[in-house]
């Protein structure tokens, strides 16, 4: 499959973070040409650039993605109140079913607003992978581990079914297999230990929410006698493998740790402010120990939506908020969250995150002609603070189109909707 795409402003995002406005072949799953001249050649796609911007795909570092189902079920509730009475009693009654519905109906709303790779962290895994993979979005397929079990497997199958959920999904073009101990405070050092083995033993990605609450820190703090951070630290999880999901309550020493042992870091501020954990992750911090940062939404559950747009805007201005300084985080910092950031916390910088010849064809175009967007003194400004994921009109990952000026190409829209609707309306009852 080949596509052209004429005559657009191009965001590479590469590393001189190049604008330029020009031409893109795609031929296969590659960025082939990348040129301010015309590029005469034949193409199964043909797409008029006018009025447009194309830019990587955005990349979502943290997510769950069937909790679309419980989008706006149990808003504006105390986080322990929030689990125990909603999310959990839901939660024991999924199935492959219910899972697939919601999976779909979270990479219809990533696909609309310009998401092209995800690090899940949920139950049913294989269910959510067989969607993304016929779907066609790159993902990472964490594995949840919880040692009081999940709805799917008991506590004694877990640690084997994720050996072989692992070797399932090692070798996939789209999709890699991640291990996701859910917590440090639902996690017994001996799970930990084990994660850490099967992640080294196959080399792929951990995943874990970490030091998300002040609650949190000090409970582990009480029962380890040590801060989370310094926890994963004993057991070896602090690694080049690791993305540590939050971090709204970690310090400048627990940041040098992070910083020597290659460790990554996903921001949800949007979940975090929604919940109020109370915490800010030290993004600042964090960039200047050159500690590698991506952009999560969350679950839609505690966001609501899956927009990284949305969450890019609330990312610039929390921290400006935050610290009384209106430059403390610009707009081309926080892009690189959504795009390279994002693809360095996967590992994956030297495949996707910017527009580059020879890189996979992971890409979308924002429609410009739009009076929120106009004038367009500053492209990336308006990526941050005046655009939606609304704005998106085609995504293409892997160099196949998903959705082409607004019309979905691997999915059925109206289908989709009513199915999640249906599964909710059962899940709730």
Same mark, same amino acid.
């Given at each position: ?7 657009s ?22 960025v ?41 079920y ?27 519905a ?10 609309a ?17 067989e ?17 009081s079990g ?13 050996e ?37 033993k ?22 380890y ?30 940041? !040098? ?7 990554? %870091?996903s ?19 964090? !960039? ?46 926080? %892009? ?94």
């Amino acid at each position: 499959m080949s596509i052209l795409i004429k005559n657009s402003t191009i965001l590479t995002q590469n590393e001189r973070r190049q604008q330029l406005h020009g031409n893109i072949y795609i031929d296969g799953q590659e960025v082939v040409q990348i040129s301010k001249n015309p590029i005469s050649i034949e193409a199964d796609y043909k797409i008029d650039g006018r009025k447009k911007l194309v830019l990587p795909g955005l990349i979502n570092t943290h997510t769950h993605i069937p909790m679309t189902l419980l989008r706006g079920y149990g808003d504006d509730m105390v986080l322990q109140k929030w689990l125990e009475e909603r999310i959990w009693p839901v939660e024991a009654k999924l199935n492959s079913e219910s899972v697939e519905a919601g999976t779909k109906l979270g990479l219809l709303e990533m696909i609309a607003s310009g998401t092209t790779a995800f690090l899940d962290m949920y139950f049913f895994e294989d269910t959510i992978g067989e969607v993304a993979e016929k779907i066609g979005v790159r993902g990472f397929l964490g594995f949840a581990l919880i040692d009081s079990g999940t709805p799917q497997y008991s506590a004694d199958d877990l640690m084997p079914q994720c050996e072989q959920f692992v070797r399932r999904w090692k070798n996939k073009d789209l999709l890699q297999p991640a291990i996701a101990p859910h917590g440090v405070y639902t996690c017994s050092p001996e799970t930990l230990k084990k994660s850490l083995e099967i992640a080294d033993k196959y080399d792929v990605i951990l995943h874990i929410h970490c030091s998300e609450t002040r609650k949190e820190v000090y409970d582990v703090q009480k029962r380890y006698g040590e801060r989370p951070v310094g926890h994963l630290k004993k057991y070896g999880l602090l690694c080049k493998k690791m993305v540590l999901a939050h971090c709204g309550w970690i310090t400048k020493n627990e940041i !040098l740790d992070i910083k020597k042992r290659g460790t990554k %870091v996903s921001h949800n501020p949007v979940s975090n402010m929604k919940i109020a954990t109370g915490g800010y992750a030290p993004i600042p911090e964090l !960039l200047e120990a050159n500690v590698p940062v991506g952009l999560g939404t969350d679950g839609a559950a505690s966001n609501n939506t899956l927009d990284m747009f949305d969450t890019m805007k609330f990312c610039a201005l929390v921290h400006k908020q935050h610290r009384w300084d209106p430059i403390i985080l610009p707009a081309q910092t926080v %892009v690189d969250f959504a795009t390279i950031g994002g693809a360095k916390c996967l590992g994956v910088e030297k495949e996707i995150g910017s527009i580059e010849e020879g890189k996979k064809a992971d890409l979308i175009m924002i429609d410009l002609k739009k009076p929120h967007l106009t004038p367009q003194h500053d492209l990336i400004s308006h990526l941050v603070y005046a655009s939606r994921g609304s704005d998106v009109c085609t995504t293409i990952v892997n160099g196949k189109p998903l959705m082409l000026e607004g019309e979905f190409l691997t999915l059925n829209y109206d289908d989709i909707l009513e199915n999640a609707e249906k599964c909710a309306k059962e899940l709730i009852s």
